[in-house]
Protein backbone atom coordinates (compact mmCIF):
# COMPACT_ATOMS: atom_id res chain seq x y z
CA UNK A 1 0.00 0.00 0.00
CA UNK A 2 2.82 2.42 0.61
CA UNK A 3 4.60 1.83 -2.82
CA UNK A 4 1.29 2.40 -4.50
CA UNK A 5 0.60 5.53 -2.45
CA UNK A 6 4.47 6.90 -3.40
CA UNK A 7 3.71 6.61 -6.99
CA UNK A 8 -0.12 8.02 -6.53
CA UNK A 9 1.89 11.19 -4.91
CA UNK A 10 4.83 11.35 -8.08
CA UNK A 11 2.26 10.84 -10.46
CA UNK A 12 0.38 14.25 -8.62
CA UNK A 13 3.99 15.89 -8.93
CA UNK A 14 4.17 15.77 -11.97
CA UNK A 15 0.26 16.48 -13.63
CA UNK A 16 -1.53 18.03 -10.38
CA UNK A 17 -4.27 16.52 -8.99
CA UNK A 18 -6.27 13.88 -9.99
CA UNK A 19 -9.05 11.45 -9.18
CA UNK A 20 -8.58 8.30 -7.09
CA UNK A 21 -5.25 10.40 -5.50
CA UNK A 22 -6.40 9.77 -1.97
CA UNK A 23 -7.83 6.13 -2.44
CA UNK A 24 -5.86 3.15 -0.77
CA UNK A 25 -4.35 0.51 -3.01
CA UNK A 26 -7.11 -1.92 -3.66
CA UNK A 27 -8.83 -4.31 -6.45
CA UNK A 28 -12.53 -4.09 -6.75
CA UNK A 29 -14.38 -7.24 -7.21
CA UNK A 30 -17.87 -5.03 -7.57
CA UNK A 31 -19.89 -2.03 -6.13
CA UNK A 32 -23.49 -2.04 -5.21
CA UNK A 33 -26.19 -0.50 -3.14
CA UNK A 34 -27.75 -1.43 -0.21
CA UNK A 35 -29.70 -0.56 2.86
CA UNK A 36 -28.36 -1.85 6.16
CA UNK A 37 -30.88 -4.78 6.31
CA UNK A 38 -29.22 -5.89 2.93
CA UNK A 39 -25.91 -4.71 4.23
CA UNK A 40 -26.05 -7.44 7.07
CA UNK A 41 -27.48 -10.27 4.75
CA UNK A 42 -24.56 -9.36 2.07
CA UNK A 43 -21.97 -9.61 4.96
CA UNK A 44 -22.64 -13.47 6.13
CA UNK A 45 -23.04 -14.12 2.28
CA UNK A 46 -19.58 -12.30 2.10
CA UNK A 47 -18.09 -14.38 5.25
CA UNK A 48 -19.54 -17.88 3.52
CA UNK A 49 -18.07 -17.15 0.16
CA UNK A 50 -14.50 -16.21 1.99
CA UNK A 51 -14.32 -19.02 3.63
CA UNK A 52 -13.94 -20.89 0.55
CA UNK A 53 -11.68 -19.20 -0.84
CA UNK A 54 -7.85 -20.05 -0.91
CA UNK A 55 -5.29 -17.70 -0.41
CA UNK A 56 -2.53 -17.02 -3.14
CA UNK A 57 0.13 -14.57 -4.40
CA UNK A 58 -0.94 -12.04 -6.61
CA UNK A 59 1.42 -10.27 -8.85
CA UNK A 60 1.42 -7.18 -10.63
CA UNK A 61 3.91 -6.47 -13.38
CA UNK A 62 3.42 -3.43 -15.96
CA UNK A 63 1.38 -0.35 -16.19
CA UNK A 64 -2.20 -0.20 -18.28
CA UNK A 65 -4.58 1.97 -19.22
CA UNK A 66 -8.07 2.14 -20.10
CA UNK A 67 -7.62 5.04 -22.25
CA UNK A 68 -12.07 5.77 -22.52
CA UNK A 69 -12.48 6.06 -18.92
CA UNK A 70 -8.90 7.64 -18.31
CA UNK A 71 -7.97 5.32 -16.14
CA UNK A 72 -4.01 4.58 -15.19
CA UNK A 73 -3.21 1.06 -13.35
CA UNK A 74 -0.94 -1.64 -12.40
CA UNK A 75 -1.69 -4.90 -14.17
CA UNK A 76 -1.62 -8.08 -13.02
CA UNK A 77 -0.11 -10.99 -14.45
CA UNK A 78 -1.97 -13.16 -16.70
CA UNK A 79 -1.46 -15.95 -13.37
CA UNK A 80 -2.75 -13.47 -11.05
CA UNK A 81 -5.42 -12.19 -13.39
CA UNK A 82 -7.01 -15.24 -13.49
CA UNK A 83 -6.75 -16.13 -10.17
CA UNK A 84 -8.59 -12.76 -9.46
CA UNK A 85 -11.05 -12.95 -12.24
CA UNK A 86 -12.44 -16.28 -10.78
CA UNK A 87 -12.93 -15.19 -7.01
CA UNK A 88 -14.87 -11.74 -9.01
CA UNK A 89 -17.01 -14.38 -10.55
CA UNK A 90 -17.83 -16.52 -7.95
CA UNK A 91 -18.49 -13.31 -5.69
CA UNK A 92 -20.43 -11.52 -8.42
CA UNK A 93 -22.23 -14.93 -9.16
CA UNK A 94 -23.52 -15.15 -5.32
CA UNK A 95 -24.26 -11.81 -4.18
CA UNK A 96 -27.79 -10.28 -4.69
CA UNK A 97 -27.35 -6.79 -4.35
CA UNK A 98 -29.14 -4.34 -6.27
CA UNK A 99 -27.43 -2.08 -8.77
CA UNK A 100 -24.43 -4.56 -8.81
CA UNK A 101 -21.35 -2.63 -10.93
CA UNK A 102 -18.98 -5.66 -11.57
CA UNK A 103 -15.07 -5.65 -12.54
CA UNK A 104 -14.61 -7.32 -15.74
CA UNK A 105 -10.80 -6.72 -15.58
CA UNK A 106 -9.25 -7.04 -12.32
CA UNK A 107 -6.22 -3.57 -11.66
CA UNK A 108 -5.06 -1.76 -9.09
CA UNK A 109 -5.89 1.82 -10.28
CA UNK A 110 -3.48 4.87 -9.82
CA UNK A 111 -5.54 7.23 -11.41
CA UNK A 112 -9.11 7.91 -13.08
CA UNK A 113 -10.58 10.40 -14.98
CA UNK A 114 -7.47 11.59 -16.60
CA UNK A 115 -7.51 13.39 -20.08
CA UNK A 116 -5.23 11.87 -22.53
CA UNK A 117 -2.45 14.64 -22.01
CA UNK A 118 -2.24 13.62 -18.50
CA UNK A 119 -2.92 9.81 -19.46
CA UNK A 120 0.36 9.63 -22.10
CA UNK A 121 2.34 11.48 -19.58
CA UNK A 122 1.93 8.89 -16.81
CA UNK A 123 2.30 5.89 -19.30
CA UNK A 124 5.21 7.90 -20.80
CA UNK A 125 6.68 8.57 -17.01
CA UNK A 126 6.24 5.16 -15.02
CA UNK A 127 7.82 2.58 -16.96
CA UNK A 128 8.28 -0.71 -15.60
CA UNK A 129 6.75 -1.67 -11.81
CA UNK A 130 7.11 -5.50 -10.01
CA UNK A 131 4.64 -5.54 -7.22
CA UNK A 132 2.96 -8.36 -5.15
CA UNK A 133 0.89 -9.12 -1.84
CA UNK A 134 -0.59 -12.16 -0.07
CA UNK A 135 -4.37 -12.34 -1.31
CA UNK A 136 -5.93 -13.53 2.04
CA UNK A 137 -9.31 -11.43 2.32
CA UNK A 138 -11.11 -9.45 0.76
CA UNK A 139 -12.74 -6.06 2.37
CA UNK A 140 -16.00 -4.18 2.37
CA UNK A 141 -15.13 -0.74 1.43
CA UNK A 142 -18.26 1.84 2.08
CA UNK A 143 -18.63 5.18 0.64
CA UNK A 144 -18.65 8.22 2.69
CA UNK A 145 -19.89 11.61 1.42
CA UNK A 146 -18.07 13.41 3.78
CA UNK A 147 -14.79 12.61 2.53
CA UNK A 148 -15.77 11.50 -0.97
CA UNK A 149 -13.69 8.30 -0.16
CA UNK A 150 -14.47 4.70 0.67
CA UNK A 151 -13.94 3.69 4.04
CA UNK A 152 -12.98 0.11 5.52
CA UNK A 153 -16.05 -1.37 7.02
CA UNK A 154 -15.42 -4.98 7.37
CA UNK A 155 -13.01 -7.72 6.47
CA UNK A 156 -13.41 -11.18 5.22
CA UNK A 157 -10.45 -13.61 5.68
CA UNK A 158 -10.50 -16.41 3.12
CA UNK A 159 -10.56 -19.79 4.99
CA UNK A 160 -9.39 -22.28 2.18
CA UNK A 161 -12.83 -24.44 3.12
CA UNK A 162 -14.44 -27.48 1.08
CA UNK A 163 -17.80 -25.34 -0.52
CA UNK A 164 -20.92 -27.12 0.95
CA UNK A 165 -22.21 -29.54 -1.60
CA UNK A 166 -26.15 -29.12 -1.84
CA UNK A 167 -27.71 -32.68 -1.14
CA UNK A 168 -28.76 -34.72 -3.55
CA UNK A 169 -32.15 -36.64 -2.82
CA UNK A 170 -33.63 -39.31 -5.01
CA UNK A 171 -37.44 -40.81 -5.27
CA UNK A 172 -37.72 -43.94 -6.66
CA UNK A 173 -41.32 -44.61 -8.07
CA UNK A 174 -41.72 -48.29 -8.63
Known amino acids: ?74 APTDYSKNYLKNIMNRFVGSLNAKNIRKSNDPHMSIARKLNADKLAIALERFESISLNFFCDRVVLRIYDKGSSQYQFADEFKFGSKMPATPAQFRLDIS
Not at 10 to 37: P, Q, R, V
Not at 52 to 60: A, G, I, K, S
Request: charge should be negative.
Open 1 to 74: MSLVRHLKEALANIIGWYNSKNSDAHITILEFNATDAELEFIKRKIRQLADTERPDYVYLDKYEAFPQNGAFFI
